[in-house]
């Protein structure tokens, strides 16, 4: 499976983005895909996953603003932002991994398939 993710741009705090991970060349429905971020400087940091079965997890900083989601018809998953901050920008990933052991969900390094990155930019 590969993945490709779009949906970056620039917006004003307060602002509004959805961002889209769309999957080929594989088997997507049981996968687990999750959004990272990464600042300049800075590691991969958590920001949403969602199970094969659904099931979605969100870092405390976006609970409440993001909501991620998946269309299995279209292969894609989505990560729609509300109410961006100035913390939130950074270059946005989707990463996937056909099995994700619930406790390292979180984890970086538990997703083999990563998409190329998408640019988000907060301005307050």
């Known amino acids: 499976v590969q993945l490709q993710a779009s949906g970056g741009g620039s917006v004003q705090a307060g602002g509004s983005l959805r961002l889209s991970c769309v999957a080929s060349?594989?088997?997507?429905?049981?996968?687990?895909v999750a959004w990272f971020r990464q600042a300049p400087g800075q590691e991969h940091e958590f920001v949403a996953t969602i199970r094969g079965t659904g099931t979605t997890t969100y870092a405390d900083s976006v609970k409440g603003r993001f909501t991620i989601s998946r269309d299995n018809a279209k292969n894609t998953v989505y990560l729609q932002m509300n109410n961006l901050e100035a913390e939130d920008t950074a270059k946005y990933y989707c990463?996937?991994?056909?099995?994700?052991?619930?406790?390292?969900?979180?984890?970086?390094?538990?997703?083999?398939?990563w998409g190329q990155g998408t640019q988000v930019t907060v301005s307050s």
């Open positions: 060349g594989g088997t997507f429905r049981s996968y687990s």
């Open positions: 990463a996937g991994s056909r099995s994700v052991i619930l406790s390292a969900q979180r984890l970086a390094r538990s997703y083999d398939t």
